[in-house]
């Protein structure tokens, strides 16, 4: 099973390969994007590397080291599912940067030749200047290694960066150990941002004018005020379709016509004027006939009338009043700013910033346009920056994590997941007291965690940051105890409280799991930690931190509302936890599994094995009710206490059962739906069995009035489970298929290999009402 548990195959069978490259192949075949289509020309180009590796037998797909020749430090190149191409992520054709650090060194173009380049002298003064300065930055952990040579060295440590040499240097021609030049340097603080300064700017430069709202100024500014002459000169005669006598009407006529030639020629957005029924179009198209000399028909007679009442009756005749107004209220919103222009106002505010990194303060990049910007642009000065853009700009300011989530720039646990290294990476470091030192550390941790997870099996563990051999060579840098644990812990605590409370209904990623786990490791908590693992590679049994994480819950969790209703017997969970840690101190070796929690899992599942991905769920989803998976560790262990309390999370997570109960209604696959909806339930039973008795009391008589706020069939299809709580609540239990009172009350699982009761749609008028307990 893998640790990160992506979304991956069965199998690692070549089958799974094949389906992405045909995939990749219809994409680059078909798309209509030409940028679509050369990436989807890169994504066949690696599986075809991954076919390649597997049938001539250099790839070993499941292994922690599935590269033959390559030691597991290596980054490998990871396709999705897991897959690796054989390919280094270090490796391939020299970049810019080091073929520049070449010719300034003198020395070919070549890996190696800049290897040895900078264990020399000279090179060794480059390195140590990059170290001082932190000009630098650190894409892929490998180019991070010259530079620990490099401090190894100053700090006296000559044995241990020959010896880091020694490991490097098999692999010197192939892959990258040179960081990257960097007109800045890195971050060093404990504020993170979701985007860069870049980023933002490369999205503003993608907004082209959007060509609906081009369309319409067109039309405002052009053809309608070309129409109003039109009728002016029409009304100019004694009724429509009277031509005057004297030359002077037509002239101005042939000058209109030839006016609108140009126009038409200049201004090709709206395409209205062309259409033969419009008002325009009769005008012009009369005109053009009695400039002509023609006498118009009956047909065009009674078109042009109709035009000409139809326009007057409308808006009113060109200068009145009425047709004033209407014009003026017009060009005023057609001299709005367009978002395009505005988004080029913010970008050059941009500029002037620092470009890898987060903007500390926002707010004067949103500010309206100044009167500067109006001299320069032509922008009318104080028009306001739109929200659209605002959101753009936001994403890119760096704060705390916290501050992040209350403006919401973090709106989601997955979006959380993708920031939260940067804020490890920066606490992780501080276990080391050389300035210099903790900077490289926190920029190959960053770097580390760009590292795509592989496809694993048979209990394999992705490969940490602690067996990089750079990281190695400096370990015993690293200070220990209260100094640097309790940093560790703080800011465990306070993620941990800021993802259950900011996102009470949502499980937490995988991604996230893994930074918690960092940070526990640091302060020393033991805490046992836990991913959500894939359905459709389970192999059918645990890592022995499952059963810790059960024993976890059990201390905090006995006797409670969340044992009770999952019929959970906590004490003997307890137990067999004792007795296989005792059992792992009499042997000379950790265990890999826990055969006894697994036996657990596939007994409360309900059948005697795993196989199907149903099956292999109902028992992945025991295990995520016996741990409540991370909930009652990060509170038993790390201490979280929502500022809000628990009561109020627990009606946070009823609101989003009930959302994605709404979900289910009509969907054709409902499955992955009521998976969440159980997962959030789930969440809900731990935050309120952490509840007073009153205040569980008073949380059920709000759950039938938030139902109610929802479509009515939400609550029909509630209705089971919410018995099913009030029963729990009031200290009885369910009967061995999960059911009470009948069948009336239901245990909500998320996973069914039989048909889920929560799936069918509702009969009209059933249960309709809502429960208010």
Known sequence: MNENAEKQPLTAAPSYAYGQLTKAFTTALTHQDAGTRTRAQERMRRWRDVLDGMADGRLRIGSRTPVAGLPAWVTPEVVHGGFTTGNAAAGGPLLPYEAEAAR????????????????????????????????????????????????????????????LVRTLEPFAGRLRFLPRPSDVPGPDTLAVHRRTVADAGQALARRGPNVAVETQREALTVWLPFADELLAHWLETTGPGEVPADGDWLERGAELLRRYRLLAQEHTLCGKHRRPKENLAVLRGALEEAVAGCPLDARRLGLLRHAVTSMVRKRGTPGSERHTTLRHKQADQAALPSHHALAQVVLRRLSGLPQHVGAADVAPLVTPVTHQEHRDTGLPAGAEIPAAIRQVVEAALSAPIGTLVERGVVPSAEVLAELVPQLVAATTAQAYEDESLRKLMAAAYRAFRNRRSLLLLDLERQVRIEELPWVQAVADRRESGPATEEPALTALRRLGESAVQAFPGTLLPNPLVRELGVLARQADLGAPLVEELAADIFMGTFGPKFLRAARDAAELLRGTLYERYYGIDYAAVRNMAVVEAGEALTRSYGARASPGFARLCTERAGHGGYGSVAANGKIIEQAQILTTHNLATLVRRAGILPETGWADLACRCFRTVCVLTARVHGNPRPLGTIKDVAYAWRQMLFHLSLCTADEQQRVLGQLGD???????????????????????????????????????????????????????DPSPGAGLEPDRG
């Open 706 to 760: 938030e139902a109610a706020r929802h479509p009515r069939h939400v609550s029909a299809r509630l209705a089971p489970a919410l018995a099913g709580l009030r029963l729990g609540v009031a200290g009885g239990s369910f009967d061995a298929d999960g059911t009470a009172d009948g069948g009336r009350a239901r245990r909500l699982l998320g996973w069914s290999t039989d048909g889920h009761w929560l799936r069918p």
């Open 104 to 163: 300034e060194a003198g020395v070919p173009a070549d890996r190696r030749a800049l290897f040895d380049h900078f264990l020399t002298e000279p090179g060794l003064v480059t390195l140590w200047d990059l170290l001082d300065s932190g000009r630098y930055s650190v894409a892929v952990p490998e180019e991070a290694a010259l530079l620990t040579v490099a401090w190894l060295v100053r700090a006296g440590e000559v044995a241990r960066a020959l010896e």
